[in-house]
């Protein structure tokens, strides 16, 4: 049974808009949503885990829209990527909540959005372990 909770009393970063809004079209005469992605880099679409750590946002089911075109220099906080690290061999997909710049280059941390059980990921991150960006959720 669901419980409500408590509305939690701060901001929270939201993920930047990879894609312009002028390359979402809807042809209501079709029934058809198009959506023009970018042309470098892949698309990957793949389902979610159930780990509940995202929970709130987008949970097991739903399908996540992932490129890995992007510009490092471009990730900010509140963006969703998925990172490979020792941590996490198989990947995982969590919010950017900091950046910081230490002697090697740029450090991410990353946390899940369920702040119900959710802490900051124990490993920070390198640049060069961020390969996909989230560019939307298909519910």
Wanted: glycine share 8%.
């Amino acid at each position: 049974m669901f419980k409500p909770q408590k509305p939690i009393d701060y901001e929270r970063p939201s993920p930047q808009d990879w894609l312009p809004a002028s390359a979402i079209k809807w042809d209501r005469s079709k029934g058809r949503l198009t959506v023009d992605l970018p042309k470098n880099g892949e698309i990957w679409i793949t389902d979610v885990q159930d780990t509940n750590s995202m929970d709130g946002f987008f949970d097991i089911g739903h399908s996540v829209v992932l490129w890995n075109g992007f510009k490092s220099d471009r990730l900010a906080i509140g963006d969703i990527a998925v990172y490979y690290n020792s941590q996490y061999p198989m990947g995982c997909i969590h919010q950017i909540i900091d950046i910081k710049t230490v002697d090697y280059g740029l450090e991410f941390t990353f946390q899940g959005m369920n702040p119900l059980i959710t802490i900051p990921d124990p490993v920070p991150v390198r640049v060069g372990e961020i390969r996909w960006v989230m560019l939307g959720v298909i519910y």
